[in-house]
């Protein structure tokens, strides 16, 4: 058997993902994201959506 510890459920990272947690509670601006999309009804339940680009973490991604 390995002592290796499990860090990925399901394909995530988990221990990433609660360290971004933490880190984001205690800077809530840097998790105001704003993004630039555009989503084009195609027929029925089809849509087409587009990111052109986005601000996140302080700065323009």
């Known amino acids: 058997m390995s002592d290796e510890v499990k860090t990925q459920k399901n394909g995530v990272n988990v221990a990433a993902l609660l360290d971004a947690r933490e880190a ?10 704003m993004w630039r999309a555009t989503c084009n009804w195609r027929n029925g339940t089809h849509a087409e959506s587009t990111v052109e680009g986005f601000y996140g973490l302080g700065e323009e991604q």
């Open 24 to 33: 984001l509670s205690a800077a809530p601006e840097a998790a105001q994201f």
